[in-house]
């Protein structure tokens, strides 16, 4: 697919698909190439301020999670060890604030952004996107369709004649670039890259005819990978645990090259992974109400086996050098799957087949 514009608006959506994390391989390649002036990054006022107050409510959520844990962890407070004490080390929260919010300023910073302010706009015309129910406008049911509106007309008037992608999965957003040919729909800033570097780089095609090549064996590395991490129940089974966690298959493998040189690429991926799980836990439902403990007394153990599935993001990381002309990938690839610090939640009830009333 050849490059129509070097022009890039993302949508809050996308900053919020990437977990706010500005650091994020795509998101420095993208500020990169911006930095380089191989592509223009353009912001409307009202995504800068969306975002910023994500990132305050995000920030506030975090915290507040800390205060519940340190409620909740009292005990561990006087315990003389370095690594448990650093938990209870008061937190300075306005500076925690402010430091967020200083990693997007550094970002756009960094991408040489350009804000287009929405202030300058006709609001009748707005007005009567809405009215007509055009796109971004839908069942009018979304707050978020009225600053889409105004992002994607600020856009249109800062570009003129030109051209802008798009980046966003929202589908207002994409109903709306359907109805112009100047903007230009991309689902991912992931897939974005991958657009760029197929134009830019005739690496970059010998390297996807590769990848597809090794499409199974890629599969089997993300499932080798998953298969090491355990596995816990967020279900409300009170004292049960994962007993047996295994991964079945990885399916609807989407890779896209997010940066390429001559001995190196970095690949981002979505895989749809199906999971297998066999979960232990008290055996509440025979179990005997104690009226002076409060609470069901339980005298045997019991089993569920379930199935899943979810979705994972990751990278890979190839090192290659050129023998003869040819492609020579270099040793297995580095692989990084998102979230699995915590392990892998899965989600299995004592009686998963009870209705609620």
């Not at 609001?123 to 889409?148: C, N």
């Not at 800033?189 to 996807?208: G, P, S, W």
């Not at 179990?287 to 069901?296: L, T």
Request: glycine residues 6%.
């Amino acid at each position: 697919m050849a490059l129509e514009t070097k022009f890039v608006f993302i949508d809050t959506e996308s900053y919020m698909k990437a977990g706010l994390n500005f650091n994020h391989s795509a998101m420095q390649s993208f500020a990169s190439l911006c930095g380089s002036g191989k592509l223009s990054h353009l912001i409307t006022s009202v995504v800068k301020r969306e975002v910023k107050s994500k990132i305050t409510a995000e920030i506030n959520e975090a915290l507040s999670s800390l205060r519940s844990f340190r409620r909740k962890a009292r005990l561990l407070e006087k315990i003389n060890d370095k690594e448990i004490n650093g938990l209870f080390t008061e937190v300075d929260e306005t500076k925690v604030h402010a430091k967020a919010q200083a990693v997007f300023d550094e970002f756009l910073v960094a991408c040489g952004s350009k804000t287009l302010d929405a202030a300058s706009l006709d609001p009748e015309v707005i007005l009567d996107l809405y009215f007509e129910k055009k796109p971004p406008f839908g069942s009018g049911k979304k707050k978020s369709e009225f600053p889409d509106a105004f992002s994607l007309h600020a856009l249109l008037k800062a570009i003129g004649k030109n051209k802008c992608y798009v980046v966003s999965d929202d589908p207002d957003i994409k109903s709306a670039c359907e109805a112009t040919d100047s903007l230009i729909s991309v689902e991912s800033l992931d897939k974005f890259l991958d657009v760029y570097n197929e134009h830019e780089n005739a690496i970059t095609e010998l390297f996807k005819a590769y990848l597809e090549k090794q499409e199974e064996s890629i599969r089997k590395i993300i499932k080798d990978k998953l298969n090491e991490v355990w596995a816990y129940n967020e279900a409300d089974w009170e004292d049960s645990e994962v007993d047996e966690f295994h991964v079945v298959d990885v399916d609807a493998f989407e890779p896209a090259v997010v940066s390429i040189s001559e001995t190196n690429a970095l690949v981002t991926f979505d895989a749809y992974v199906y999971m297998e799980y066999t979960v232990t836990g008290p055996n509440f439902t025979d179990g005997i109400y104690d009226k002076e403990a409060g609470k069901v007394i339980t005298f045997d153990m019991t089993s569920r086996s379930g199935y899943d599935t979810k979705t994972f993001s990751g990278e890979l990381e190839y090192t290659f050098e050129f023998v003869d002309g040819k492609l020579n990938v270099v040793g297995e690839p580095t692989v990084s799957i998102a979230g699995l610090t915590d392990g892998i939640g899965i989600y299995m009830e004592e009686n998963p087949y009870e209705w609620q009333i």
